[in-house]
């Protein structure tokens, strides 16, 4: 293509926020935005909360759509067909593309999926990635198709995970990489000069859907095993334990060394100390001063 394509962009989490913001620096024209409906939140259910995606959206006066579905919606597929987008971006959009939407682009739709494919497919590879202690994750261009991250590589890069990085942090860096990456190969590849490589299929690996209940922390597990759950489940859905009835979260922590004096817990090989905590209807606190107030609630 001898000029810049227009793109319409696909996107929910602040995950898309580094990528779109690079295109738009980069000169490529965005004639539109699609991002999940404002979600329901606050007290009551009562109050809304526009997407990350959305808010950048609106701030930078890009045509934002906000659909509730998809499938059968003929009269959103007929406003992208009129458009006339030449190539699609995905990042963290959340529902799967019908595949009469991804035939509408004439370079497809370009998705960014946070880890090296076909490891950890699915809709949580950086929590995995991290909950099995890896040392290292990364990120993958791929062509979006029918089926969970199937599609051919375009790129991949490689990111260390270290050892303090919980899901939110590590976001943010593939996030950052993954913007210079596609802004890096997407001129290559809108040339044609770039041959889409099939994944190897036999080595796909799924990560799982999680939910609030994985985030109880079982304290027979070894001391690793508790971090690596805290760090991967940062920011949601969080880890916690129970103190007679009462829910406290573990928001930080550290293996405990024999001379540290603070709120500790016994796991299966030593124990963690507790750095920021937070008992249910209460406000974040440090470890000691979860002691200091509440310290009875640790007596069985």
């Not at 007290?43 to 526009?50: E, I, P, V």
């Not at 995905?90 to 682009?105: D, M, N, Q, S």
């Not at 991290?130 to 969970?148: A, R, Y």
């Not at 995970?161 to 590849?189: H, M, N, Q």
Request: hydrophobic letters at 40%; aromatic letters at 6%.
């Amino acid at each position: 293509m001898s000029s810049k394509p227009k793109i319409i962009f696909w996107g929910t989490s602040e995950l898309g926020v580094p990528v779109l913001d690079l295109l738009l620096q980069n000169g490529y024209p965005i004639i539109g935005v699609i991002s999940a409906p404002d979600a329901i939140a606050g007290r009551g259910q009562k109050q809304t909360q526009a997407s990350a995606i959305s808010q950048f959206a609106t701030q930078h006066n890009l045509p934002l759509f906000q659909p509730e579905t998809l499938r059968k919606n003929d009269d959103f597929f007929q406003t992208l067909i009129d458009l006339k987008a030449d190539l699609g971006i995905l990042v963290a959009y959340g529902k799967l593309i019908p595949e009469r939407f991804i035939t509408l682009f004439p370079k497809g739709i370009i998705n960014l999926h946070p880890s090296l494919l076909p490891k950890y497919r699915g809709p949580s590879p950086l929590q995995t990635a991290i909950l099995n202690g890896d040392t290292q994750t990364g990120l993958s261009l791929m062509l979006l198709d029918q089926e969970m991250d199937h599609g051919e590589i375009l790129a991949q890069a490689k990111q260390v995970i270290e050892p303090t990085d919980t899901t939110a942090t590590l976001s943010l860096k593939l996030a950052r990489a993954g913007a210079e990456l596609l802004i890096k190969i997407l001129p290559d590849y809108l040339a044609d000069k770039i041959t889409p490589q099939p994944q190897d299929h036999t080595q796909a690996t799924i990560s799982k859907i999680i939910n609030k209940l994985d985030g109880q922390l079982d304290w027979t597990k070894t001391t690793a095993q508790i971090l690596n759950q805290i760090r991967a489940f940062t920011p949601w859905p969080g880890t916690y334990t129970k103190l007679q009835c009462k829910i406290l979260k573990i928001i930080k922590a550290r293996a405990a060394t024999p001379t540290d004096i603070g709120l500790r817990f016994h796991c299966a090989d030593g124990e963690i100390l507790a750095e920021e905590v937070q008992l249910e209807g209460k406000k974040k606190m440090t470890g000691d001063e979860f002691l200091r107030g509440y310290k009875h609630l640790l007596n069985k």
